[in-house]
């Protein structure tokens, strides 16, 4: 444990493994160039520190590569204002500059919908829906504190229940422009050559805005039309200005460039071998998602789990460890579109969820450990309703307690690839992090990243995986879960 901090904590080489990720790199959108260039870099990177077997390793059928080449979005009148604005991932591109009005879309369903047809030609679209902006007055990012920590470690599985359940009914209860509605405007926009859809969200304000998909990316799907996300201000100044019958014009030039040569899904695996006769079979495994969404390059969200994974790697190899089991280290893709390159892993290696059935394999595997909550420090880590691993995660948490982490939760943690191998009943965890991030935003960058927090998460992970490939047993499972009671994205148990 000492060689382990001192390495870690003195040696560290976890910022140069992020700035290869995120500024070398680029965004990392699962079959982007960006996501492959970082890819390669890891693969190569592993391979150099002496871990074995390092490879892209496809998963499955994933879908088109997608690459932002242009993006020019400003107000001609009544005056000039170029727009924080960026196309959402999958977007068509405009073939050259545009300029058109703005038509505003008051419309409350399909059926009022219709009363737009025939007038949608060359121009931009914006839904009349005013944005409330809601002022934060607490400090961002914010540390967990003491007590908050207490409360976690002291939560009863029937508290956790409960709390899991409010927050299903919580997630039901939210809802804004209807969705289909939003579908048959996009469809009658290509149909009628409207040039692009103007979009945006509470969250989309003071300068950062928030860029996912703008549909689907399968190779069989058309093209989707051009949405573009801006910040509420400028969204809710534009529907006041049309309110007020003052025309808004703009001009608008995007390129997009899609791949469809290779459609598979990559993910990157490497291992560090077992050396015991009896048990270099079983694997220890850690891992991250290494692609992001494209509006920055994806440093919180999830190069900070990737750079800590790899170097608690490098930690073990610089160490020169000789781990009884083998360790494997998986950087994952598809994880922003449902955990699809985790899940389909854990589907061709230990189990297949949907029918339950197990590979041989599943008898060997040990535990998963997962970074996905930013660039904060490990705090603790979640049991994931594990109880019989608490005792044993205590004690490896010990040689940190200086270090803040300690804390173990029953809580269930979701919608990361931990899940995957939960939802097989295979031990997989994610620790508990400070909420330090700025996820799926243009402002996901490397001065975001926190250089002290991900030299301990590296330490701490790598201690964890290295006390994982070294003790007698196996680590202790839950029951394996009944066929299709879990949700296979966020983790919770299904209603
Ligand atoms: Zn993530």
């Known amino acids: 444990m000492t060689k382990i901090r001192n390495e870690g904590l003195q040696n560290s080489k976890v910022m140069e493994i992020a700035f290869q990720l995120t500024e070398v790199s680029g965004p990392r959108v699962t079959n982007s160039p960006g996501f492959m260039r970082a890819a390669n870099y890891a693969k190569n990177q592993l391979a150099q520190w002496g871990l074995v077997n390092s490879r892209l390793d496809p998963w499955g059928d994933f879908g088109k590569g997608w690459e932002l080449k242009k993006s020019y979005v400003a107000i001609l009148s009544p005056w000039y204002r170029s727009l924080i604005a960026y196309p959402k991932t999958w977007s068509s591109g405009t073939n050259g500059p545009q300029t058109g009005g703005v038509l505003l879309i008051s419309a409350k369903d399909s059926i009022e919908l219709n009363g737009y047809r025939g007038k949608l030609k060359g121009k931009v679209l914006i839904v009349d829906d005013l944005i409330h902006y809601e002022p934060d007055f607490k400090p961002n990012p914010e540390r967990r504190t003491d007590e908050e920590l207490q409360e976690m470690s002291e939560l009863t599985e029937a508290e956790n229940k409960a709390a899991l359940r409010r927050r299903l009914e919580r997630n039901r209860a939210q809802n804004g422009i209807s969705r289909e509605m939003l579908n048959a405007l996009k469809l009658m926009a290509v ?6 859809l103007l979009s945006s969200a509470a969250d989309n304000n003071s300068g950062t805005v928030f860029v996912l998909q703008a549909g689907p990316y399968k190779i069989s799907d058309p093209a989707n039309f051009l949405d573009i996300v801006i910040g509420l201000e400028d969204y809710n100044m534009i529907v006041r200005l049309l309110r007020n019958n003052t025309p808004v014009k703009m001009e608008v030039d995007v390129k997009t460039a899609f791949q469809s040569n290779d459609t598979k899904g990559y993910n990157v695996i490497a291992e560090i071998p077992g050396v015991d006769q009896n048990l270099k079979d079983e694997i220890v495994m850690l891992g991250a998602h290494l692609d992001s969404w494209p509006a920055a390059n994806g440093a919180t969200d999830n190069a900070a789990g990737v750079c800590a994974m ?67 420090k490990i705090l603790g880590i979640s049991l994931q309703g594990n ?9 490896w948490f010990i040689p940190f307690h200086d270090l803040r982490a300690k804390t173990v939760t029953i809580q269930n943690f979701g919608s990361t690839d931990h899940v995957s191998f939960d939802v097989l009943g295979l031990p997989g965890f994610q620790f508990i992090q ?3 991030r700025t996820q799926h935003s243009n402002m996901d960058s490397y001065d975001h990243l926190s250089p002290d927090d991900l030299k301990q998460s590296a330490t701490i992970v790598a201690a964890f995986v290295y006390n994982a490939a070294m003790r007698d047993q196996k680590l202790p499972r839950k029951e394996l879960p009944k066929l299709n009671s879990i949700d296979p994205t966020t983790g919770f148990k299904r209603q």
């Open 191 to 196: 149909n009628e050559g409207a040039t692009a």
């Open 434 to 436: 400070d909420r330090l």
């Open 310 to 376: 790899m170097e608690a790697v490098r930690i073990l190899t610089a160490i020169g460890i000789q781990p009884r089991r083998t360790i494997r280290i998986a950087l994952w893709s598809g994880e922003e579109q449902g955990l699809l390159g985790s899940r389909d892993y854990v589907k061709k290696t230990f189990g297949d969820f949907s029918t339950m059935k197990l590979l041989p394999d599943y008898d060997k595997f040990s535990a998963y450990f997962n970074l996905d909550y930013g660039t904060g």
């Open 387 to 395: 109880e019989a691993a608490r005792p044993i995660f205590e004690k």
